[in-house]
């Protein structure tokens, strides 16, 4: 860190010299202005002028007939997702079919990229949507409610062994996924630009919290679509006890799940705190569920699982919870 001393100027002015390697990278003129924004911590913290619009992160690939297109769409997802908005892909010759394919499924799925240039050898793919347009509190919101009708659907699926509507569940896993990936690019691109998160009214603090909520929520869905497999294979092989006895830690769960998204929305950090010593209840009632089915002769492997993931819910949802409560600190 470089020190420099403070110096007085007109009797009243306090002033202090710029670095000038500061001032050329940014090709900083006499005269032009400077904002200065006052930290939380204290620090301040200087850049240009605030109308100038942070320079977009841009990525670029070179491909191949030899590219696997798998491979290319992984990393076209980790550059999104690292906050990159601007892509570019290249190849020496016209570009092959699989690569194509590649980069319209890209687009198809992920929320915000589109392809604005294409030629026989070149793609640009520029990020369109503003962060400003799906804020995080809204992508958490819109996880949670898609990922508690998957848990919510593969129970009623098994109540009423509807094979199809568990196999919707098993295929909605990928709407959640797009949610995440579009929460962690955002979190990635206020990192590194302090004036957007000053725009949306969220510290980087803050992102990151939501980042993390994103994250459990993005778990949640996994065991809700992996619910939804077993739910397939346990499909007329439980009897009705049994599954009364799943549906009612199942709700027990979802019940943990609704209560910490709540909390967290009327910053309520007893209710927070509560949630979490609920979830021992849960736990007892999933494992006398396991027990029963190991020593009743019952299909045990597949409530085994299912109960699992009902128990997995829960535990991510006392996580949220545990973050709730960091959070409100936080804010208060």
């Not at 915000?112 to 809204?138: A, C, R, T, Y």
Request: hydrophobic share 40%; with cysteine.
């Amino acid at each position: 860190m470089e020190i420099r001393k403070v110096q007085i100027t007109g009797g009243s002015s306090y002033v202090i010299t710029l670095p000038k390697d500061w001032i050329k990278s940014l090709n900083i003129k006499k005269n032009d202005s400077l904002g200065l924004i006052v930290q939380k911590d204290g620090t301040l913290l200087v850049t240009p002028d605030k109308v100038i619009e942070k320079k977009r992160k841009q990525k670029e690939f070179i491909v191949d007939s030899d590219t696997d297109k798998t491979y290319l769409f992984r990393l076209l997802v980790g550059a999104y997702v690292m906050g990159y908005s601007d892509i570019a892909i290249k190849s020496k010759d016209t570009m092959p079919p699989q690569i194509r394919e590649s980069i319209r499924m890209f687009t198809q799925i992920a929320i915000g990229p589109e392809i604005v240039d294409e030629e026989s050898n070149l793609f640009v793919v520029k990020d369109l949507l503003s962060p400003m347009e799906m804020p995080f509190e809204k992508t958490v919101k819109r996880m949670y409610s898609l990922v508690e009708s998957m848990h919510r659907d593969a129970i009623k699926s098994l109540k009423s062994n509807n094979k199809e509507l568990a196999e919707n569940v098993v295929s909605r896993d990928f709407e959640v996924d797009r949610l995440y990936w579009l929460a962690t690019h955002q979190y990635n691109v206020i990192l590194t630009d302090i004036m957007l998160s000053k725009k949306m009214g969220l510290s980087q603090e803050e992102a990151s919290y939501f980042f993390l909520i994103s994250r459990i929520l993005e778990r949640i869905g996994d065991h809700a679509a992996i619910l939804g497999e077993n739910v397939i294979k346990a499909i007329n092989k439980l009897n009705t006890e049994i599954i009364n006895e799943i549906e009612s830690a199942s709700n027990l769960a979802l019940d943990i799940f609704a209560k910490s998204l709540e909390s967290h929305f009327k910053k309520d950090i007893k209710k927070a705190n509560e949630n979490i010593d609920a979830v021992e209840k849960l736990l007892e009632k999933c494992e006398k569920i396991n027990n029963k089915a190991l020593n009743f002769g019952i299909e045990a492997v597949p409530v085994v699982y299912i109960v699992e993931s009902i128990r997995r819910t829960g535990e991510y949802s006392g996580d949220i919870s545990e973050l709730t409560i960091n959070y409100l600190i936080l804010k208060n």
